[in-house]
């Protein structure tokens, strides 16, 4: 299975960008001829793939997988099989990244004169949701 030009996979929890993109507009106040819905789609499917990538799930029958290059792929959820805090998750992370400034500089100064950069990681956030659903290896 690889990954389409759009960025979702066929098949996988990705079918359900569409109703996740709704949702958050609704949230947000975007009508369906907002010129920032096509962004919200973007930052939905952006969000998306780094829950994919924070979740580091092995592959296990019933689950899919998807091509990121030559050498990688990331197993992922099939349509529909997402927990409820994941799918939670990608709401808010898809609000989040929306909302996020461009070039992660926000409009605001330090009290140096340094225009503020926000450098945290972008899944901090959601953290509380995914924790229980993460298979991949670390250290403490």
Do not use: C, K
């Not at 030559?70 to 989040?96: M, R």
């Amino acid at each position: 299975m690889t990954t389409p030009a759009d960025g979702t996979t066929s098949g996988t929890w990705h079918d359900q960008v569409p109703d996740v993109v709704a949702g958050v507009a609704v949230d947000l106040r975007l009508s369906s001829d907002d010129p920032d819905r096509s962004r919200l789609e973007r930052s939905a499917r952006a969000a998306f793939r780094a829950i994919d990538g924070r979740l580091g799930l092995r592959p296990r029958p019933g689950r899919l997988y998807y091509q990121l290059s030559d050498v990688e792929q990331v197993t992922t959820y099939p349509s529909g099989g997402a927990p409820a805090d994941v799918l939670a998750a990608a709401y808010q992370l898809t609000a989040e990244l929306h909302q996020r400034p461009l070039f992660g500089i926000s409009n605001a100064w330090s009290p140096t004169g340094e225009a503020l950069r926000i450098s945290r990681d972008h899944l901090a956030g959601v953290e509380p949701l995914l924790l229980p659903y993460v298979e991949s290896w670390g250290l403490a």
